[in-house]
């Protein structure tokens, strides 16, 4: 038997679509520009993957979570330098009004969309941050930020976590969350968005233990993708050469998807520059009293890992997409393999036919399941029809409850990955399952 791997983000789309993963958000009217909405196994997918990461993460001895507000102080972003830095350069053509990075094309060029020659404005700052307005009269004063990322809810509570869940260095802060920007040139599907959610993870620790700290994290980080089933030759490391003005080292790790190799988590060293900037807009005294080395204050420093939920589920569908061609036409597939505990449905329990007889017992293995997996009832179509549709979603066990379950009390487990199936005995099915797929 041979496979083939995703082609094109298009097939994605389509897929993602076609089996309600990912619609077009606002599609009844048109859609708006890069914005998705989860389907029902997009939410699932999605929420296997981020409590996957939370408790790779904070099932540990030296990290707590937080969640932190989206609307934070305007002054937050003064002090983090996003009011006054977080731009990219803008030029529009005069003709066919398309907006462009201006780093990312030749500017003596022709318009790559109309042609044009000599057509682009002059390149212009264009803050990336929404604004909108806190409370009821519509003033500069009133004025707030749709936050660009969620680190700096993490930074400013430095101080509220340290003290109450009394930490020592090293001890980290993790939060999930929403995070939005006016990107220029968003695309690729869920690649690049205006609204996304990051996982973000930052690591306080002592200056000069970054190093040290970073070797740590590069592994954890890099094992973890790893064990949600991506395929190693697939991953790279890219070490940044021009360094952000507040860090001192950076990696990515890399995927490679359809439209080419793209960052998918970032493990930055940014030294103490986030809360020393705290520190001087608030007037708060954010040092860190360390009682094991003669109660020296100091300010810490930060290692951060920062992933893309968002590209992190992109890549999990991509890497998980296989077209499979046994020989025979007819019996060509389309199968999702997602790692068991990420998949969105467990488990999809199919009655032969629809009779009395064999949805009594159906229903009730189904109850039973339910209680520890996401499982489907599925009843449409021939049984053949119904192992691919759920072949195309990526349910690791289908359970079919025929005749013979009447008198051997027993059922058909079929493993998506080698389709082969087993006869299990019906109180043995929760337990089969478990042990078979690690669930």
């Excluded at 934070?72 to 977080?86: E, I, L």
């Excluded at 988590?265 to 708060?284: A, M, P, V």
């Amino acid at each position: 038997m041979s496979e083939e791997n995703l082609k094109s983000m298009a097939d994605l789309v389509a897929h993602s679509k076609h089996r309600g993963f990912i619609f077009q958000s606002s599609e009844i009217y048109g859609g708006l520009g890069s914005c998705w909405d989860m389907g029902p196994l997009g939410v699932e997918l999605k929420n296997n993957i981020k409590q996957s990461w939370w408790k790779a993460m904070t099932y540990r001895d030296d990290v707590d979570g937080v969640d932190a507000a989206i609307l934070m102080h305007p002054t937050v972003w003064k002090a983090s330098g996003h009011v006054d830095n977080f731009t990219d350069p803008l030029v529009d053509c005069k003709v066919c009004k398309s907006r462009f990075r201006a780093d990312n094309i030749d500017l003596s060029a022709p318009c790559s969309n109309c042609g044009a020659k000599d057509s682009f404005t002059e390149p212009r700052n264009f803050n990336l941050m929404f604004s909108t307005q806190m409370g009821p009269v519509e003033d500069t004063s009133a004025k707030v930020y749709l936050r660009p990322e969620t680190a700096q809810g993490i930074f400013v509570n430095f101080p509220n976590v340290q003290t109450t869940m009394r930490r020592k260095l090293p001890f980290g802060i993790a939060q999930i969350g929403k995070a939005f920007r006016n990107e220029i040139t968003p695309g690729n599907f869920i690649f690049r968005t205006r609204e996304f959610e990051q996982m973000e993870m930052q690591y306080f620790i002592k200056p000069g233990t970054q190093a040290e700290a970073m070797e740590m994290w590069k592994e954890l980080r890099w094992n973890w993708h790893l064990e949600n089933g991506l395929r190693k030759e697939r991953l790279q490391w890219k070490k940044h050469e021009q360094l952000a003005h507040y860090a001192d080292a950076a990696f990515d790790i890399e995927y490679q998807f359809a439209h080419g190799w793209g960052e998918m988590e970032g493990i930055h060293s940014r030294t103490d520059f986030d809360l020393k900037q705290h520190q001087e807009y608030s007037k708060k005294n954010l040092n860190y009293v360390d009682q094991l080395d003669g109660n020296k204050k100091y300010l810490p420093y930060v290692l951060e890992t920062s992933v893309g939920c968002d590209r992190c589920m992109l890549a999990v569908m991509s890497d998980a997409y296989r077209t499979e061609f046994p020989g025979d036409a007819e019996k060509e597939r389309v199968v999702m393999r997602f790692k068991p505990s990420l998949a969105p449905i467990k488990a999809a329990i199919m009655p032969l036919m629809k009779k009395p007889d064999l949805e009594g017992p159906a229903t009730a293995l189904l109850r039973e399941l339910q209680k520890d997996f996401k499982c489907e009832y599925d009843t449409a179509g021939s049984i053949g029809k119904r192992y691919r549709r759920q072949d195309e979603i990526g349910t690791p066990a289908c359970i079919t409850v025929d005749f013979d379950t009447l008198t051997d009390h027993s059922v058909t487990v079929r493993d998506r990955d080698t389709m082969v199936q087993e006869r299990v005995a019906l109180d043995k099915v929760k337990s089969y399952i478990k042990e078979k797929f690690s669930l």
